[in-house]
């Protein structure tokens, strides 16, 4: 209700909170993640890459000399592919997405305006609730009449990384991670005992 000007959802209602009631669409097959810090620590974060040595991720190109969690000058798009169920989502640039025709371009341009708009979203509800939204993922289809449509969970903790705001400065002055509500420290937990998604299960 509170992106209904800026896109359509397939959510038609929810007479139970255990019910949504849906519109059926046809998916775009990219996971479209917007990101606000140079922050994450799976594969396919900024951070991960950044750390490694890359300077150019997603097609973008980032300066030498920034640190883990610093704020990007304009949130950006870093899409992946989206796996089929057991695989693992793939990065991709916004070009190569295009040129490999997984969304056509002018729907693609539709589709990083929406996203980014909706983002923006996010932050200005985040922030007056004392947090920050740093990135999240967005899923979208069409539906039956062609209609850009987003199709996913909208800014919760399983598709966003939140920060409390009023500790952000602070901790990461004492060298520490902000004071996340999301998944992360799931994730950071699993890189410390060595599990990396790729090896058996313990």
């Not at 990065?91 to 983002?119: C, H, M, S």
Request: with cysteine.
């Amino acid at each position: 209700e509170r992106i209904a000007d800026l896109v359509p959802s397939h959510v038609v209602s929810v007479p139970d909170a255990n019910v949504t009631i849906g519109k059926k669409c046809t998916t775009l097959p990219v996971e479209v993640v917007v990101r606000g810090q140079l922050s994450g620590s799976t594969s396919t974060a900024l951070w991960t890459a950044y750390a490694a040595g890359e300077r150019t991720i997603y097609g973008i190109d980032f300066p030498d000399g920034m640190q883990k969690n610093d704020p990007l000058p304009e949130a950006i798009i870093t899409p992946t592919t989206k796996a089929e169920q057991g695989g693992h989502d793939e990065p991709i640039t916004e070009a190569d997405l295009v040129a490999d025709k997984l969304v056509d371009g002018a729907l693609w341009e539709q589709v990083r305006t929406v996203a980014l708009a909706v983002f923006e979203r996010g932050r200005d509800i985040a922030a007056d609730a004392g947090l920050g939204l740093v990135d999240t993922k967005y899923e979208f289809g069409l539906d039956a009449d062609g209609v850009l449509t987003i199709i996913d969970e909208v800014h919760t903790p399983d598709s966003s990384r939140y920060w409390r705001a009023s500790t952000v400065d602070e901790r990461l002055s004492a060298g520490e991670e902000p004071e996340n509500l999301d998944k992360e420290y799931v994730r950071l937990a699993y890189v410390r005992n060595g599990y990396d998604k790729l090896s058996d299960p313990w």
